[in-house]
């Protein structure tokens, strides 16, 4: 197998050099450079793991982690204990002689290096706990405390700890096709995420001292052995999330008796959690599709956290084929849930709110995850798992198999405005959808952020607009992406850029490939087509670890649409898109030869194979003046007369059509990007024609492209990208005649678009 794999990509590798030839070798983006060239200069050799259409090969392979554990929370103290057993099975073609382990709550340590890596300015002024913690005190006592690391039969695993990732040394080899287990005891202690941030800790409520804990990374975690580096194993500095291998899960859970939970995975033992009464709530919420039925009610909330018991409940719960674990707990919870019918399976939406949270939760959390569920089911695959949680828990925004955490409450007085409303609803659509990208098509956080923030932030706009036409979503549309696109190129950075290398994280890695697939969905390859190719992507790659190529590849191999100048463009490099209209030219017919034409050889160039007579275009530099010359009359040239009666019979003539009026539009392209030409044509009368040019109109002049009119009205405006779709950077030169009063954009900046 390794000399053909060898062999097919010396093969492979020959084509493309061959291939290259032809080829203008510039940097991506260079003014001069070929936009339309294939991206056999970018992209990874195809090979029997991952094929060239973007669908896994037949030799594609991924690596599998189980895990057992038992934890406990200790409330009083703040800290996770725990205890793993690890089933490693290698699925690979290659021998393993050490494993690498992910320890990330190590970000936290004392001796954490994320720490040193980020420039520190002076601040002009503190509050009084952010100096404090800053200048005095000794920092938050974070970390993993490893206990031990042992093998099957409890002797002593050698191990070395390199910041966030551990390597586990085999005594022996782990062949292909062989599995090993291993135990890790460990203990942490728990952030207070509000005030020392990450990802996961707990938030107190003074008033009732209480927290409320939003668990996650809480475990060592295995890394991601693949087909495309190896181990997975860089480090984790913050920005970058994360990359796991599937696996099966059992996890018990020892927490306060007063709390109440939920986590990844379904329930083992709900009648042992949960009173008698709260049971036949859950029951009836499974046969309730219309509306959240209320589990824990708010008066059984506010009881228990006043008790603060000293006993104890184990939860306990199984995951099939997740790639990651995650819990919520507190004696604060208000639970509700309610039955979502997809396609082919019925799953359960659920929220855990504390009160402080009502009635914005109550009334809409639930609702939103099952349209989410519903929504983001449709433009892929069945949501295949029991159930989706979303988690209220302010400052956070974050996402794990079956469960997220969203910030967004109403005031001390309930009050929610506006933007409390929809950004809470924004949240919730986004870390439910994450659920699909990449919990389930599991790509590589670590390294592309975008593949999993940028596909989840363009269908969290699908989902936005169905569940309300008038959704002010903050990112999807191509006008809001332009102010990103107009910087100052040195705080710019390719989309295809290490997640720790950007700089305005938000923009780069969400909005810019969003809006990218929201272009290609509405302007370059129509709602149809994309859709089946996402899909597509989406369906190959479930399950799976699937690559940018492989996205790449497949939109193409299932819309039959070349997209490389799109990628090559948009993806890897900071190109900007900026089209105008560079000129107008009217047009009148005559049969009457110009004086222009007079000393010319008629029988060279267009006209080399045919003989006179001829009716000649005449463009009118008068402009608007002389008006009867603008409008033609087939009665009026009696060569065109002639024809139209000796070709056509009277009905056939009432069935072609008449134009009168001729125009030469040259569009220019200032800006790097591609994209396809979008004129509305405005007539005298009122009435607008729309046209779209596909992106090949670039194909042999970078610079510029020209298209004739003919229309039976007058054109009195021509407007390029009327509906703001293209992402135009600057729209002061879109139209004809010229607009002073500023550009598209300027004017809804001006009404408060963003």
């Known amino acids: 197998m390794k000399k053909l794999l060898y062999t097919l990509s010396l093969l492979s590798a020959i084509q493309i050099t061959a291939q290259e030839k032809n080829v203008q070798k510039r940097e991506p983006g260079h003014k001069d450079s070929n936009k339309f060239s294939q991206m056999y200069d970018l992209l990874a050799t195809p090979n029997m793991f991952r094929t060239a259409s973007g669908a896994p090969g037949p030799a594609y392979y991924q690596q599998q982690a189980d895990y057992k554990m038992d934890i406990e929370l200790d409330d009083k103290n703040t800290k996770i204990l725990g205890k793993e057993t690890i089933t490693y099975h290698n699925n690979s073609p290659e021998t393993l002689d050490y494993l690498w382990v992910q320890l990330d709550q190590n970000q936290q340590a004392k001796d954490s290096k994320s720490k040193l890596v980020e ?330 952020t975008w593949m999993d923030e940028g596909l989840n932030t363009f269908l969290q706009y699908l989902t936005e607009q169905e569940y309300d036409a ?121 049969e009457t030869q110009p004086e222009s034409l007079k000393d010319v050889n008629i029988k060279k160039g267009r006209f080399d194979r045919e003989k006179g007579p001829f009716v000649y275009m005449v463009a009118d530099e008068s402009e608007l003046k002389n008006r009867d010359k603008k409008a033609l009359d087939v009665q009026d040239v009696r060569l065109l007369e002639d024809y139209m009666g000796s070709k056509f019979t009277p009905e056939e003539r009432t069935r072609l059509k008449a134009p009168k009026y001729f125009y030469e539009v040259t569009f220019n392209k200032p800006g790097d990007m591609l994209m396809p030409i979008i004129v509305e044509l405005a007539f005298e009368d009122g009435t607008t024609e729309s046209h779209t040019f596909p992106v090949q109109i670039w194909r042999k002049n970078n610079e510029t492209a020209s298209r004739v009119f003919a229309t039976e009205k007058k054109v009195t405006k021509i407007m390029l990208d009327p509906k703001l779709l293209t992402a135009d950077v600057d729209t002061s030169n879109n139209s004809w005649p010229k607009q002073e009063s500023g550009s598209k954009f300027d004017q809804l900046e001006k009404k408060g678009s963003k």
């Open 119 to 448: 420039s520190q300015k002076m601040d002009q002024a503190y509050k009084p706990d952010a100096f404090s913690r800053r200048y005095f005190e000794d920092g938050f006592p974070g970390g993993f405390n490893i206990e031990y690391v042992q093998d099957a039969n409890g002797k002593p695993l050698n191990y070395i700890i390199n910041q966030t990732m551990m390597r586990i040394d085999l005594p022996t080899p782990l062949k292909p096709g062989a599995k090993v287990s291993f135990s890790i005891k460990w203990w942490y202690t728990v952030n207070n995420y509000r005030v020392y941030g990450f990802r996961s800790g707990y938030e107190h409520f003074d008033k009732d001292n209480n927290n409320l804990y939003v668990i996650a990374q809480f475990y060592p975690r295995m890394a991601v052995y693949n087909d495309v580096e190896g181990w997975q194993n860089m480090q984790f500095w913050g920005a970058g999330e994360f990359a796991l291998p599937f696996g099966n899960f059992e996890v018990n859970i020892t927490v306060p008796a007063d709390h109440i939970m939920d986590g990844t995975g379904e329930l083992q033992n709900r009648a042992e959690v949960l009173t008698p009464e709260q049971l036949k709530r859950y029951e009836l919420a499974t046969k309730t599709y219309d509306k959240p039925v209320v589990i824990v009610t708010q008066e059984e909330a506010e009881k228990a956290e006043k008790g603060f018991s000293s006993q104890k409940k184990t939860w306990k719960f199984k995951a099939t084929n997740v790639r990651d674990f995650a819990f919520s707990t507190s004696r604060k919870f208000i639970y509700d849930a309610m039955a979502v019918k997809l396609s082919e399976k019925t799953v359960m939406a659920i929220s855990l709110y504390p009160k402080e949270a009502n009635p914005l939760w109550g009334d809409t959390s639930t609702k939103v995850v099952a349209h989410t569920l519903k929504t983001y089911s449709k433009y892929t695959f069945d949501y295949p798992y029991p159930k989706a949680i979303s988690v209220s828990a302010e400052d956070q925004g974050m996402e794990y198999p079956m469960i997220c955490w969203n910030y967004g409450r109403p005031d001390e007085k309930g009050f929610v405005s506006e933007r409390i409303k929809w950004g809470n609803m924004s949240v919730i659509i986004h870390e439910v959808g994450h659920n699909f990208f990449p919990m389930i098509v599991n790509s590589d956080e670590r390294q592309w």
């Open 470 to 590: 008038n959704y002010p979503s903050s990112r999807g549309p191509a006008a809001k992406i332009v102010p990103y696109m107009s910087g100052d190129q040195k705080f710019l950075e390719p989309i295809m850029t290490n997640s720790e290398a950007i700089h305005q994280f938000g923009s780069n890695a969400y909005a810019k490939p969003a809006t990218g697939l929201n272009m290609l969905r509405e302007v370059v390859m129509g709602k149809e087509l994309f859709d089946h190719a996402f899909k597509t992507y989406a369906n190959r790659w479930k399950f799976k670890h699937p690559t940018p190529e492989d996205f790449f590849r497949t939109m193409e191999d299932a819309s039959a649409v070349d997209l490389d100048w799109f990628w090559r463009g948009w993806f890897y490099t900071t190109d900007y898109v900026d089209m105008g209209i560079q000129e107008v030219k009217q047009y009148y017919v005559t």
